[in-house]
């Protein structure tokens, strides 16, 4: 079994932000695949990196879905729709394994 996760910012990259239906598009296409979704929407995570010499910030929210088997191809595929919708030059997707207790 794998947790895969993503982060999703509530701002394009000119500080736009993105409406709640553009979160709620995300939740319902990963539900209607996968069966269900978590998706931390409330309270964003705010990230920090360094580009050119300054530290920029952003506030994401975070997706996570459970899945049995990782198909890579799809998840690559939907990272890309994910960078073209939310104007994004990459979206990081990571897969992480897990059991259940």
Known sequence: MHVVQFLL???DNERRPFGRADFEQVRTEL???FGGV???LQSPAVGAWKEEGETVRDEMVLFE???D???RGWWS???AELERRFRQERIL???LGAETL
């Open 9 to 11: 910012p509530l701002r």
């Open 31 to 33: 539900t209607e695949r």
């Open 38 to 40: 978590t998706a931390f």
């Open 65 to 67: 879905v459970m899945v």
């Open 69 to 71: 088997s990782l198909d």
């Open 77 to 79: 595929g939907y990272r």
């Open 93 to 95: 997707v990571r897969a």
